[in-house]
Structures are given as structure tokens and as C-alpha cells.
């Protein structure tokens, strides 16, 4: 009969063994245990986001990007904390938040929520999406400030009055596409607006390039700034004071492939205008 000793010590040997031969497994294995400490902490917090900008907003059981992994970094405000950072340093005229991208709706409700932004546009390429965003909105009871649109195509800008483009924060998170989207005309188009872009350059035949292109593009109508991937500090999170290391930074983890940048674009034209 074997001891519990010897039961912890098969389990390291097991566990070794699939590090050194099958590190893969052990990639699938780390997610699967990110999927269930965010499925704990959403069920805590009945799936209602507790910390950050986006406090009070509730996600809904159903996802269609990803397999809720996110969630917990979503509860706990963490969740590519580096754009909520910028929700607190938005000047108020801004009052129209256009999302190209929108996933589940996380941005484009989250906006909303706490009345930071009167309206959202929630471009989604996907009709799962596009349901997913509706009955969130739904659930938050912000459906009448929510405009749901499919596909961004070139000149999307066009089907939007000017006045709304010129009060808009807009955020772009498509996957690489951001380079066949946005040019010259799209920052002229938005050129009183604030415009982030996730950039995935390296998912793209010469990303580089493409890159460089970008902010080429901008530089009549926008100041851009770089925003890389950086540190989140846990100390302030009550529910994770008593959580081991491990359990604690995994809910950190984005699963992400390596450290995102984000293109940060601020209008020219306003830099000398005070708030409203």
C-alpha cells in the first residue's frame, strides 16, 4: 500500500517528467488552471466586475472570444490594464467611445457603465459577437446607448456624423487587420479624436514596416505614443491576499504569445485646447 508520501512523490515525478518531454501539456495544463481560478472568482463575484474603471459591470455566463480564461483578470481590473490606465487620463470631451473589435463587448459596455462615455459603437465582425454584445447590453441596461454594427470596412469613419468623430475615443484591437484599416484618411477623418490601436505586427507580412507606416500616416493630425505590456501590482486586491503565488499571478496571465504594444494616437489639433 502506498503512503501519501509516496503518492506526492509519484505526483512530482509525473509532474517532471511532462515539464522535460511534453512542456506543451504543461502549457495546457497552466490554462486550464487560469480557466477554473476565473471561473471561481466569477462565481464570487457573480460575474460582476469588482475593481477598476469598469467596476459594477456584469459579464454575462455566455463568451465568444476565448473560453472565459480572462475573466478573473477581467473581475480584478487587470485585464490589459495598461488601456483602463487610460480611461482616468481621457479629457471629458470625449463622450462617444467607438470599438472596432468589440468581442464580447467588455470595452464597448464597460465605457458605459459608469457613465464615462454617453454612447458606444461596437464594430464586431463575427454575428456570434455581435449577440454576445446585445445581450450583455441588456444585462446592464445600457442597450439604448449601444449601436451595433458588423464589420469595419475602409472607410468606415463614413457612416459616422462628424461631430460624433470628433468627441470619440476609438479603440482597435483586430487581430493584424489594423494595418489594412487605418491610413492617412482614417487619422484625418478622426483628427480631433484619440485613437488606440493594439498592434500585431507580427502576425502580418512585413509588420515592421507596417508599423512604421502607421505612424507615418498619423503624423500630420496625432502625437503617438508606445505602451508596452507592464507590471500589475496585486497588493491592493483583498481576495487575493490569501491566494498562493502561483494562483495569484496566473489570473495575471493573458495567455498572450509576447509582450503587446499598444499605439497610443493624441490629437494635434487639440493640445492647446482647454476641456470642456
Given at each position: 500500500m502506498s503512503t501519501p508520501n509516496n503518492g506526492m512523490q509519484t505526483i512530482h515525478a509525473m509532474a517532471n517528467f511532462m515539464a522535460e518531454q511534453h512542456p506543451e501539456i504543461m502549457l495546457i495544463m497552466a490554462q486550464k488552471l487560469r480557466l477554473h481560478l476565473s471561473n471561481s472568482l466569477a462565481s464570487f463575484?457573480?460575474?460582476?466586475?469588482?475593481?477598476?474603471?469598469?467596476?459594477?459591470?456584469?459579464?454575462?455566463?455566455?463568451?465568444?472570444?476565448?473560453?472565459?480564461?480572462?475573466?478573473?483578470?477581467?473581475?480584478?481590473?487587470?485585464?490589459?490594464?495598461?488601456?483602463?490606465?487610460?480611461?482616468?487620463?481621457?479629457?471629458?470631451?470625449?463622450?462617444?467611445f467607438i470599438d472596432?473589435?468589440?468581442?464580447?463587448?467588455?470595452?464597448?459596455?464597460?465605457?458605459?457603465?459608469?457613465?464615462?462615455?454617453?454612447?458606444?459603437?461596437?464594430?464586431?465582425?463575427?454575428?456570434?459577437?455581435?449577440?454576445v454584445i446585445a445581450a450583455n447590453a441588456v444585462l446592464n441596461g445600457v442597450a439604448d446607448r449601444v449601436i451595433i454594427r458588423g464589420e469595419a470596412t475602409r472607410e468606415f469613419y463614413n457612416d459616422l456624423p462628424a461631430e460624433v468623430r470628433d468627441q470619440?475615443?476609438?479603440?482597435?484591437?483586430i487581430e493584424g487587420a489594423e494595418f489594412d484599416l487605418i491610413d492617412a484618411g482614417t487619422f484625418a477623418a478622426f483628427s480631433k479624436a484619440m485613437i488606440v490601436v493594439e498592434i500585431h505586427d507580427w502576425m502580418v507580412e512585413n509588420?515592421?514596416?507596417?508599423?512604421?507606416?502607421?505612424?507615418?500616416?498619423?503624423?500630420?493630425?496625432?502625437r503617438v505614443t508606445e505602451i508596452k505590456?507592464?507590471?500589475?501590482?496585486?497588493?491592493?486586491?483583498?481576495?487575493?491576499?490569501?491566494?498562493?503565488?502561483t494562483q495569484r499571478w496566473l489570473l495575471c496571465s493573458e495567455n498572450r504569445a509576447r509582450v503587446m504594444v499598444w499605439l497610443r494616437f493624441d490629437p494635434i489639433e487639440m493640445d492647446d485646447t482647454p476641456d470642456a
Open positions: 463575484h457573480g460575474n460582476r466586475v469588482a475593481h477598476g474603471p469598469f467596476k459594477g459591470l456584469l459579464l454575462g455566463a455566455d463568451t465568444h472570444w476565448g473560453e472565459g480564461a480572462d475573466r478573473g483578470g477581467m473581475i480584478l481590473g487587470l485585464y490589459e490594464q495598461e488601456i483602463l490606465n487610460i480611461v482616468d487620463e481621457i479629457p471629458a470631451r470625449y463622450r462617444t472596432l473589435g468589440a468581442a464580447d463587448g467588455y470595452y464597448g459596455l464597460g465605457m458605459l457603465v459608469n457613465n464615462r462615455f454617453d454612447t458606444s459603437y461596437c464594430y464586431e465582425i463575427t454575428e456570434r459577437g455581435r449577440e470619440s475615443l476609438v479603440l482597435v484591437d509588420g515592421p514596416e507596417k508599423m512604421a507606416k502607421l505612424q507615418v500616416d498619423a503624423a500630420r493630425t496625432h505590456m507592464g507590471a500589475r501590482d496585486l497588493s491592493g486586491i483583498p481576495e487575493l491576499q490569501s491566494m498562493p503565488d
